[in-house]
């Protein structure tokens, strides 16, 4: 089983709209939670970290429940600029370790 | 915001030859770097940690004598790919860190290499 695991889509949304995706994650003793967004070709940027009583960032909400090992992402009013594929990442092991999903990707269009 | 800069961003080379890629923190000292490797589609996965001037932690299945790390200062580390094959084509990219685990890490931008 993959330690971070994510539909890979693409998931094709019009412009304006609302969509959501998820993630699990394998090992319990993980503390930390990212959504990264990476544009092809390109390096991951950081999106926002997760924490367990959600957080919202504009038109981007982030969830994490321990108890099931899940994370979400929501973004609201889609714009073509959020066409990218989203990486859903958990910390684990020693020195900072980043563990990273496959990600998923969204095409927004016009 | 943090900024790592890795060069070259893109590499083409003949089979066998050893290249070496370069990743700098400019404006923190980053005591801890990371090397990652990401194959079409693929996530990034984690080939070795280095902290400044100790020897680097290689993730399983990652040979040390084949991808050759050195860290010998707080704002550069370099990845050198002996011998490469075009099995060894990817993209290549370092991040930094400043210390422990509560702080972020900041991505270089990456380099493409190509084993022909």
């Known amino acids: 089983r993959k330690e971070v695991e994510q539909d890979p889509g693409p998931f094709n949304v019009p412009e304006g709209a609302t969509v959501a995706f998820n993630c699990t994650y394998s090992?319990?003793?993980?503390?930390?939670f990212f959504w990264y967004r990476q544009d092809c070709r390109k390096e991951p940027k950081l999106l926002m970290s997760v924490y367990s009583s959600g957080n919202e960032d504009g038109r981007f909400t982030a969830q994490l429940n321990r108890a099931s090992q899940y994370i979400s992402l929501l973004i609201r009013d889609s714009k073509l600029s959020d066409s990218a594929t989203y990486l859903c990442?958990?910390?684990?092991?020693?020195?900072?370790?980043?563990?990273f999903g496959a990600g998923t990707r969204l095409a927004v269009h016009p | 915001g943090a900024v790592v800069s890795q060069h070259p961003s893109r590499v083409i080379c003949k089979s066998g030859t050893s290249v070496k890629i370069e990743c700098r923190s400019l404006?923190?000292?980053?005591?801890?770097m990371f090397w990652y490797r990401q194959f079409p589609k693929k996530s990034l996965m984690l080939m070795a940690t280095?902290?400044?001037?100790?020897?680097?932690?290689?993730e399983q299945g990652v040979e040390k004598d084949k991808f050759l790390i050195n860290h010998a200062s707080l704002t550069l580390s370099t990845l050198t790919v002996t011998s490469a094959h075009p099995e060894d084509s990817s993209f290549y990219i370092c991040?930094?860190?400043?210390?422990?685990?509560?702080?972020?890490?900041?991505f270089g931008d990456g380099t493409r290499l190509s084993i022909l």
């Open positions: 404006d923190f000292q980053a005591t801890t």
């Open positions: 090992n319990s003793a993980s503390q930390s």
């Open positions: 990442v958990v910390t684990g092991g020693g020195y900072n370790k980043l563990i």
């Open positions: 991040s930094a860190s400043a210390g422990d685990s509560n702080q972020p890490q900041h």
């Open positions: 280095s902290n400044e001037g100790s020897k680097a932690t290689y």
